[in-house]
């Protein structure tokens, strides 16, 4: 069980946008940033978003993040199939006093 | 441009001790400035944030897993090492060494190795 609440799957056509939530509580995405990781098939967790919606150089602006309260969100936009990965949310959790991350969006590009 | 290897017995028997090196190329872990960490990734599920260390020898741990979790730096390498203890089949996973974003442990891992994967069995 993740501490960070994720729907374990989502989809979309290519071109379209789409849009992966998360969810925490006040010990953590309440009161702390928020970054996003891609895993594409059999490799490392990339880092897509930190601090809750800049880039890392490189990662096309095609993806964005947001923030609000106790959730965020991810935002892919021109979708492609290139983009189809597992997307996981982290952030600190004052509790643990550590990272914790969600259980991961499966994202399929129909 | 830094890069991070995992080293290490893929198999390993209940009971015994896990033991994995990451060596780091491209940069140096004495330059401070990141701390560096082991991430888990049990099959087909999440990840799992095990613990931290600074090139001082600084650790900070998972409290699920710190009874039986030694983190180490040989900065004459540029490694660092995780030890976990009593290992059991629900210790069997991927295990990634990372670096952090920055200085501030609250900015999670920028650069990941490419993973290892530990099972542990008899």
């Known amino acids: 069980q993740s501490v960070l609440t994720q729907s374990p799957s989502a989809s979309g056509t290519p071109g379209q946008r789409v849009t992966i939530s998360c969810s925490g509580s006040s010990s953590n995405i309440g009161s702390n940033y928020v970054y996003w990781y891609q895993q594409l098939p059999g490799t490392a967790p990339k880092l897509l978003i930190y601090r809750n919606n800049q880039r890392p150089s490189g990662v096309p602006d095609r993806f964005s993040g947001s923030k609000s309260g106790r959730s965020a969100s991810l935002a892919i936009s021109g979708l492609r199939s290139q983009d189809e990965a597992d997307y996981y949310c982290a952030t600190w959790d004052d509790s643990l006093s550590g990272p914790v991350f969600g259980g991961g969006t499966k994202l399929t590009v129909l | 441009q830094v890069q991070l290897q995992e080293s290490g017995p893929g198999l390993v028997k209940p009971s015994q001790t896990l033991s994995l090196t990451c060596t780091v190329s491209g940069g140096s872990i004495s330059s401070g400035g990141y701390y560096w960490g082991w991430i888990r990734q049990h099959p087909g599920k999440g990840l799992e944030w095990i613990g931290y260390?600074?090139?001082?020898?600084?650790?900070y741990y998972n409290p699920s897993l710190k009874s039986r979790v030694t983190m180490s730096v040989d900065t004459s390498k540029n490694q660092f090492s995780l030890k976990l203890s009593s290992v059991t089949a629900a210790d069997t996973a991927i295990y990634y060494c990372a670096r952090t974003l920055t200085y501030n442990l609250r900015d999670p891992f920028d650069i990941w190795g490419q993973g290892t994967m530990v099972t542990v069995s008899s």
């Open positions: 260390i600074y090139y001082t020898g600084s650790t």
